[in-house]
């Protein structure tokens, strides 16, 4: 006589069980594998900061010094908070100079790009179409494929491919995810600092408009001093205009306060003062519509997509991840270049 076979399947309290550890596995993979593939991402950001180091190192030693933030041709062209304004071309010649981005681009294996530009007697935004054509192209998700590849775009960057300001509307123009940090507030920049902020010399970093800063300027050390850093900004980050190539390390206020530490010898900010990296959101702005030079604001400065830091590169060549709580006064040391003040607590980190 056949014996009947009694088979049992799943329940339903059984299978909303294995529903459940299957979904529970899968929350705890996919945060990891984000994370991993974030480390990766930041780890090769961290890896072209160092290339754009060393290729800023080889124009030192073609040149004799860093580049400019922007090129700046003395009689045509004015430095101040107001002129030249981005994306601009005036007649009389006072019009944004090539960034330190288009001067670099010999040492970043890019000589071929570079002849083609009229860097010698043009402008960025003069009309002459090999100009235009490059504006456009060096960031931009069709050309990066074909030639340039990620020379200044970070990985993590989620963004638009072309900047945004109403200035570059008609003038196409490519976005970099790095800027120099050129000094440490808005006044030094400008040169109209009078405090010996940071040195008696102002704009007091590195890399700024018509600067020819060597080596041997750097007395702070080149491992204690920044040199660029990463930024996120959509609107005016065109990688041409040498306008928008440098920012500071100081938010919102073109004076910050600062208090003079007698027994040390050199300047802290004041209480309040803010760092600019990532300082954004809930209405902040890196430069507000008063303080940018063409009276819009300018959302992002040093910035990242990088949970909790913004990679920055050092004049040694070398890279490292910044936090964004550095605290205000350590971060305007770093950017100073002959400031003389302590920075240890940036290497222990």
């Known amino acids: 006589m056949l014996r009947s076979c009694d088979r049992r399947g799943f329940t339903l309290v059984e299978l909303v069980v294995i529903i459940l550890i299957i979904a529970f596995l899968v929350a705890l993979i996919i945060p990891a594998v984000m994370s991993a593939r974030e480390a990766a991402r930041r780890a090769a950001c961290i890896s072209t900061i ?161 600067s020819k800063t060597t080596i041997k300027d750097i007395t702070d050390g080149t491992s204690n001093t920044l040199l660029l850093c990463e930024t996120r900004e959509q609107d005016y980050a065109a990688w041409i205009d040498g306008t928008t190539a440098a920012v500071v390390g100081l938010a919102e206020q073109t004076k910050p306060s600062f208090v003079f530490d007698g027994e040390k010898s050199y300047y802290v900010v004041k209480e309040g003062v803010a760092a600019t990296i990532n300082h954004s959101g809930g209405g902040k702005h890196y430069l507000s519509a008063d303080d940018h030079s063409g009276n819009k604001p300018w959302t992002f400065g040093p910035s990242s997509f990088h949970p909790g830091v913004v990679n920055h590169g050092l004049a040694d060549g070398s890279a490292k991840s910044v936090s964004v709580k550095i605290d205000p006064t350590l971060y305007m040391h770093l950017i100073t270049r002959a400031g003389n003040e302590p920075v240890n607590e940036f290497h222990t980190d």
Not at 118 to 129: M, R, V
Not at 130 to 149: H, P, R, T, W, Y
Not at 179 to 188: D, F, I, K
Request: with cysteine; glycine share 12%; proline share 10%.
């Open 50 to 210: 160092k290339g754009i180091g060393l290729a800023l190192h080889n124009y030192h030693d073609t040149n004799r010094c860093f580049p400019p933030s922007m090129l700046v041709r003395p009689g045509e062209q004015t430095l101040s908070a107001t002129t030249p304004e981005p994306g601009s071309y005036n007649a009389d010649g006072n019009s944004p100079g090539f960034s330190w981005m288009v001067l670099n681009l010999p040492h970043m294996e890019f000589n071929g790009l570079y002849k083609q530009l009229d860097i010698a007697k043009g402008f960025p935004y003069d009309g002459n179409p090999e100009n235009a054509l490059a504006a456009g192209m060096i960031c931009s998700a069709v050309f990066d494929k074909v030639q340039i590849g990620p020379a200044y775009r970070c990985p993590s960057y989620t963004g638009t491919d072309l900047a945004e300001a109403p200035e570059y509307a008609q003038k196409p123009s490519g976005i970099s995810n790095y800027v120099a940090l050129g000094a440490t507030h808005l006044a030094s920049l400008y040169s109209t600092e009078t405090r010996p902020i940071g040195g008696a010399e102002h704009p007091n970093g590195v890399i700024y408009p018509g």
